[in-house]
């Protein structure tokens, strides 16, 4: 691939900069805005490219030396923001949703993401999921992918993960082809599961250290979630979001309230509390594993049902409205089909959170097409060291 001089511009959404050579787009990574970098292309996509910065020619301000031993340009995809000060990349990253929101969502907002806790911007991490390399000089060593790459980095002191948290897991040799799910839960305790590889169109799972289910708190509440479910990775992420939805739902005693892509339950507990004994909470959510942790962990709050099913099917089915929906859904986000059927049930107020900016700012954007209009937004920084972020929305309709 060739090798190219450039000027860096704006952020873009993924974690590269804008960049542009003879007119054509070049999104760079490991470069940051008003940089002057000799670029590596990776790929040759027609009207744009793709490259990573090799050498910096004229360097930030806002560059520090990486808080990440292993990330950046052949190393691993772990960490790509590792290399700027924390309050630029939460600004960075302010800048990318507010672009997003913008063009996708028909929104104007302007701001900068948020920090989560105290933790700072390394070892914040508490569930880490590491691949096992099937052949090669790494086979059955554990290790985090290279950017967009099957090859392994079999160094697994990634910035993100606290000390010890994966000890000894680089001195094991593993099946090929398994996964190790790694959680260092809220009682201080170690598990690893293994899972994989799949025979027969199952896959085998494997208790190697600790328990099955991590110990998870919130809010007073305890949860046993299972090492291979869904839990916030950042170990503040949960109380923060969990206050945030409770403030922003605005529920008073007796209302019904839908958590929809609720995981093990921690927004229905926050939600519950507010309705009380003479309201309703439905939570929905298609794993089993999550599902069952919140049956268990709310089996106190007779007012909330728990439902194992795709948020999409439940809605459909639903007879009775709800005066506040919270959705939490995957990076892909909700997308139109539950957006109209939102819409459809005159769902007067909606907390929305999203993991990925696109998603996020497109869903913004449905919603207001039906006629809701964007109370707040706020953008936490849920993922330091990476171009990852969380957004939370408010919306209302009459």
């Known amino acids: 691939m060739s090798t190219l001089t450039l000027t860096v511009g704006p952020p873009a959404n993924g974690g590269s900069c804008v960049a542009r050579h003879e007119g054509r787009v070049v999104f760079t990574r490991y470069a940051l805005p008003g940089e002057v970098v000799r670029a590596r292309v990776t790929s040759e996509r027609g009207s744009h490219w793709h490259a990573e910065a090799v050498e910096i020619l004229e360097p930030s301000p806002d560059r520090v030396d990486s808080m990440c031993p292993i990330a950046g340009v052949d190393g691993s995809g772990c960490c ?15 800048d990318v949703v507010a672009n997003q929101l913008e063009r996708l969502g028909g929104h104007h907002w302007q701001g900068a993401a948020e920090e989560v806790g105290s933790t700072g911007p390394t070892g914040w991490r508490t569930r880490v999921r590491l691949d ?4 090669g000089p790494h086979a059955g060593r554990a290790g985090f992918h290279r950017y967009h790459s099957e090859d392994l980095v079999t160094d697994l002191s990634c910035g993100q993960v606290p000390d010890g948290m994966l000890a000894g897991l680089d001195d094991t040799t593993w099946p090929p082809g398994v996964q190790l799910h790694v959680v260092l839960d809220d009682a201080g305790e170690r598990h690893v599961v293994q899972t994989g590889p799949r025979t027969d169109r199952k896959a085998s799972t494997k208790v190697v250290e600790g328990s099955y289910e991590a110990t998870q708190r919130v809010g007073g509440r305890t949860w046993s979630v299972p090492v291979t479910a869904f839990w916030q990775a950042h170990r503040d992420a949960a109380p923060t979001y969990s206050a945030l ?40 959510d298609v794993s089993r594993g999550s599902a069952k942790a919140a049956r268990s962990a709310l089996a106190d709050l007779d007012w909330v049902e728990v439902l194992t099913e795709s948020v999409r099917r439940a809605l459909s089915t ?28 005159r769902v007067p107020r909606i907390v929305h959170i999203g993991c990925e900016a696109a998603s996020f700012a497109r869903d913004v954007g449905l919603y207001r097409g039906h006629g809701y209009t964007v109370e707040q937004i706020r953008v ?3 993922f330091p060291l990476t171009h990852h972020v969380e ?6 309709r009459s």
């Open 80 to 94: 790509d923001l590792a290399f700027v000060t924390p309050e630029a990349a939460r600004r960075l990253k302010g």
């Open 391 to 396: 957004c939370v929305a408010v919306l209302s």
């Open 318 to 345: 639903q007879r009775r409205g709800a005066d506040v929906a919270v959705l939490d859904p995957p990076r892909t986000g909700a997308g139109r089909e539950v957006v109209d059927l939102l819409a459809a049930a």
């Open 380 to 382: 936490f920084d849920s």
């Open 132 to 135: 096992v390399a099937t052949d």
């Open 245 to 284: 939805v409770g403030q922003w739902a605005n529920l008073d005693a007796g209302m019904t309230a839908w958590d929809l892509y609720g995981g093990a339950g921690v927004f229905a507990a926050t939600l519950a509390e507010a309705v009380g004994p003479t309201g309703h909470v439905l939570s929905v």
